[in-house]
């Protein structure tokens, strides 16, 4: 046999192993459904080497040991969360209730407290503004923590705030996702803010984006949305620190968002989800902010916060949403800009219509995440012939992430419906039992509706076969992408 053959052969072997390996890999990876199995197996098997590379980005959930360690750490340093805000409100809770609060417990062990007052704010430049007079109030401590922030109007206005607040003595906390807030980091606004005072932080930085696939997943970020002012004040939703024209995606403003200001024990929640993710990325130790006593609880309705990511339980977002959606007796509204659910979801929301409920979501017409928007589309036609009413927002990007059912119950924050909030982002959402507040977020819900066009089985049936073949083959490849 001559030497190119054998070199040959033992290549063929070598590469047969690799594959095997990396298959086993894919198969014993706990905490994954046998369609991502199955996904990853065919991937690995048709395309040896652009396979084996795809798995080493992106097959795994991975933070990285170091992360996964320092965020322990900062939860161990800080006091446990169902500690921070007093006492639980369940006993007061009605029945049907109780179990979602107990769904959002076990993602975070944060309890639903009473003594809680909102308000929603109108818009994105509403609540820009209502931060900004916020932290120019405030006496003790500003924190804020964004996915994007972007220096344009908006951005720049919360920047000067937080100098401002510097400058008079206020410990001001700044800090934001590497990848999502590249721009900002890299500019002289940022290195000014740190000047001036104001202690700024990177969460989850890249590094050696060549380096980064052996510490873990370069796409693993932090999505999360949180401002605490004074240990009193916090604001919860969709919105990042940027303009409604959103300049880096100018072409799908505006962006149309949802944002709230909350007092009362829900406050320490999120603080202490800050504290997490600060202590988590520098040396720093916040667990004397919460020596101070809680003030005297008053009226309020119940709420609790939920922080979703890889430092908690694995499926905690998707149980969440199905836990809302199964617990809805008249009304269920929905509005995610992304929609790539899990089985246990799509058919939680069939089932909600088919046993009667008005069951309603709203996405965006146009989607900055062209995957995303042919991925959500294949699943229009079994919604449909379930009796979900599905419409599509035309007035900019719908980037609100909002739920609400039976007038009662809502959840607003930054999750989204997909598999990228469920497995690989860092999210904070707010779940809450109280009528006039929920009423509120489904008369905004209801102003989408408005400016939503319906989507009919009609239509979906008018797709091509082209387009029917791009939007099934996108998301049958939802479990690898």
Known sequence: MHDSAVLAWLLFVAQACVQLIFIARALLRPHREPSSRFAWVLVIALAPVLGVLAYILFGEVNLGRTRIGRLRAAFAALPEAREVAGASAEATIPERFGPLFRVGYSVSHYLPVAGNRATLLPDSAA????????????????????????????????????????????????????????????????????????????????????????????????????????????????????????????????????????????????????????????????SPLFAEALPPSGPGFIAQVIGSGAGVRYSAMPETFVALMNAARRELVITTPYYVPDEPIQAALCASARRGVATTIVFPRRNDSWIVAAASRSYYSELLEAGVEIREYVGGLLHAKTLTLDDEMALIGSANIDRRSFELNAENNILLHDQAFTRAVRARQQVFLDAATPVTTAHVQAYSRWRQLWNNTIAMLGPVL
């Open 127 to 286: 609540a820009i503004a209502a931060m900004v007079a916020d932290i120019d109030a405030a006496r003790q401590s500003v924190h804020v923590l964004f996915y994007i922030w972007l220096a344009d109007e908006s951005g720049l206005k919360v920047v000067a705030a937080l100098k401002r607040a510097a400058a008079r003595g206020v410990t001001c906390r700044a800090m934001v996702d590497d990848l999502g807030s590249r721009a900002l980091i890299r500019s002289a606004h940022w290195r000014d803010m740190a000047s001036s005072g104001v202690k700024v932080a990177v969460a989850l930085p890249v590094g050696n984006p060549l380096l980064r696939p052996f510490k873990g997943r370069i796409d693993m970020r932090n999505h999360r949305k949180i401002v605490v002012i004074d240990n009193a004040i916090t604001y919860c939703g969709s919105q990042n620190c940027a303009d409604a024209a959103f300049a880096v995606k100018a072409e799908f403003a505006p962006w149309v968002d949802v944002m709230a200001r909350f007092e009362g024990p829900v406050v320490r929640q999120n603080q202490h989800l800050f504290a997490s993710n600060w202590m988590a990325q520098t040396d720093e130790d916040l």
